[in-house]
């Protein structure tokens, strides 16, 4: 039997529901996989809420990693027994097993633990693509990154920091500082406490720096204007506090003749060959040591709710997964 968490309301962590199901054989292109264990994003939560809608009853989760039980017919370039991962819809990853396509699983290449693998798909590509693709960082480079002792913020600003860039680090609370500090950060700053725009440009003498990579979205937008030079960009992947409604394009991106930029992982890593680079360079990073994954906590599958809860009051530091 198949444990699988679904919502069939949006709302609360109170909707997600612990499911007892018998899983069907793979269609021709999917396989079946048994999870060891399952990424847990903070994209999970609008899924959850109804911020970003899904058609309901829904399973839920994109990421997660484990070893393949049974293959569909078609399947070409995968076994029974090969450890895989992968990041994407079909939603369904919170569960003990699940049929998913051939086309986007990679596989986990041996001295990568399966825990790790489940937070690397998303959490590890959005940083890959985000500093190689939206906004390609030079080494030297003065960067600002929101949330940096979270989730993505770990492994962002450490694969920054193995490019040579100086990383400012916003987090908020003072028991976040040191953790954005290990992550590579070269400053941090408690945007609870101070304006993290005037401090930015103190930092960079006023030149203000080339990108901001936010995640935290409606708080953060003005203030991260501000820290922009002329012709910067503004690259805005999350919403963490509330999504960005409009955009007064005359106020906020003409004076300084900036590029505005709103990326998904789809937008990047959508073709089998985008999706083997991407994973090639991140699993290297990792091999390398330049990456070091330090998990914040370990989820039982049924303490679902536990880790939505957590997630949303802004306690987890790091990289989380469920494990089934
Ligand atoms: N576009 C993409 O391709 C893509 C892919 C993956 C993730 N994302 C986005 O990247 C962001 C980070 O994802 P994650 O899974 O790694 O989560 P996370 O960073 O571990 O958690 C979100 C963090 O946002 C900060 N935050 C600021 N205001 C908040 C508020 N009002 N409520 C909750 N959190 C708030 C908190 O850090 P502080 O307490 O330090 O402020 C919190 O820990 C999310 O916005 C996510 O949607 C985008």
């Known amino acids: 039997m198949t444990r699988i968490i679904r919502i069939e309301k949006p709302g609360g962590p109170e909707v997600l529901k612990l499911e007892t199901i018998n899983l069907e ?9 048994e999870h060891k264990a399952i990424g847990l994003n903070f994209i999970d939560t609008y899924h959850r809420s109804g911020s970003y809608p899904v058609k309901l009853p829904s ?39 699940r049929n998913y396509p051939e086309k986007n699983l990679v596989k986990v ?17 959005t940083a890959y693509y985000l500093l190689h693709k939206t906004y390609p960082a030079s080494s030297n480079e003065t960067i600002l990154f ?13 694969w920054a920091k193995s490019m040579g860039c100086n990383v400012i ?8 500082i040191s953790v954005a500090k290990k992550n590579g950060c070269n400053f941090v700053i408690n945007y609870s406490k101070e304006d993290f725009a005037k401090k930015v440009l103190e930092i960079t003498k006023g030149k203000g720096v080339p990108v901001v ?10 203030k991260s204007i501000e820290c922009l030079k002329t012709r910067g960009m503004m690259v805005s992947f999350g919403n963490a506090s509330g999504s960005l409604e409009n955009i007064d394009v005359k106020k906020s991106i003409q004076p300084k003749g900036l590029y505005f930029t709103r990326p998904a ?31 914040y906590k370990k989820y039982r599958l049924d303490d679902v ?3 939505h809860a957590d997630l949303e009051s802004r306690k987890i530091t790091g990289p989380a997964v469920l494990i089934p």
């Open 265 to 295: 992982m789809m937008h990047y890593l959508s073709s089998q060959d985008e999706l083997k680079e991407g994973s090639n360079i991140m699993f290297e990073k990792i091999k390398l040591g330049q990456i070091k994954i330090d998990l």
């Open 59 to 97: 399973g839920i989760g994109l990421e997660g990693a484990g070893v393949i039980k049974e293959i569909g017919s078609k399947v070409k370039d995968f076994s029974v027994g090969d450890s895989v991962a992968y990041a994407g819809a079909p939603l369904g990853a919170y569960s003990t097993e």
């Open 213 to 222: 990579y936010d995640g935290v979205g409606k708080n953060t937008f003005h």
């Open 169 to 176: 680090g916003t987090v908020g609370s003072d028991e976040k």
């Open 305 to 307: 709710k536990q880790a």
């Open 25 to 33: 054989k793979p269609s021709p292109e999917e396989v079946t996989i």
């Open 146 to 158: 929101h949330a940096a002792a979270g989730g993505v913020g770990q492994i962002f600003c450490q």
């Open 109 to 125: 290449p041996s001295g990568i633990n399966l825990e790790i693998a489940a937070t690397l798909m998303t959490k590890g590509l």
